[in-house]
């Protein structure tokens, strides 16, 4: 199918309660998009890249009793998963859309990003949007913008990262679901295009795990 964008009803999907009321609307109205939007722009991604990139829709499987609150697709260098992988995400809550960067727990080189973070930190503050936004739970919708991020949060960041097992970083944009490019399918490619391009230079620091 084509992309076109996501509407109101998309996003109320995170209101249906119960996990299998939930997961069949989601699989019949959502997934369907995303999986639309990993086909679309994996070529891109793999341009971009410089490395084959392969699409993964989220399928909320380990779930036995809690609806998911969120869902996504994602870009990473591998066709068996992207969790243990610095990846690229596409997704959504019932309050916004996401568009980011992120490395979450399942990742054996939080450390390298740390490091690498911390190195070129002064670049990298200097590189990005200021109404992107940094967060250190890829399950939460909140986060700190970058224009508010201090010198102190960054350096608890980079600690959390490098000392932490369960620790984790998303960056990225978020777009809240009345934005008229959430509903504008060719507008919204474009923009991820956009973001994804800026976050590019955090997915070189990452690495790939060994």
């Not at 969120?70 to 997704?91: L, M, N, Q």
Request: hydrophobic fraction near 40%; charge should be negative; include cysteine.
């Amino acid at each position: 199918m084509t992309f076109t964008g996501f509407n109101e009803q998309d996003f109320d999907v995170f209101e249906v309660p119960g996990l299998e009321a939930r997961m069949e609307v989601l699989i019949r109205n959502v997934r369907p998009k995303l999986e639309a939007i990993g086909e679309e722009l994996t070529p891109y991604m793999t341009g971009l890249c410089g490395e084959e990139m392969f699409p993964h829709v989220a399928k909320h499987a380990r779930r036995t009793v809690n609806p998911p609150k969120d869902t996504w697709v994602a870009w990473a260098p591998s066709k068996r998963g992207y969790k243990a992988y610095p990846h690229f995400e596409v997704g959504m809550f019932a309050s916004h859309l996401f568009i980011v960067f992120a490395i979450i727990y399942e990742s054996p080189n939080k450390e390298v990003f740390a490091k690498q973070l911390d190195k070129q930190l002064g670049a990298i503050r200097s590189h990005l949007p200021g109404n992107y936004y940094w967060s250190t739970d890829h399950m939460a919708p909140q986060g700190t913008s970058h224009a508010e991020m201090t010198e102190e949060q960054f350096q608890t960041l980079i600690h959390k990262l490098a000392n932490v097992k369960k620790s984790e970083v998303v960056c990225g944009l978020r777009l809240e679901r009345d934005d008229p490019r959430v509903q504008n399918g060719e507008q919204l490619l474009k923009l991820v295009r956009s973001t994804f391009e800026q976050l590019l230079p955090l997915y070189k620091m990452a690495g790939h795990p060994e």
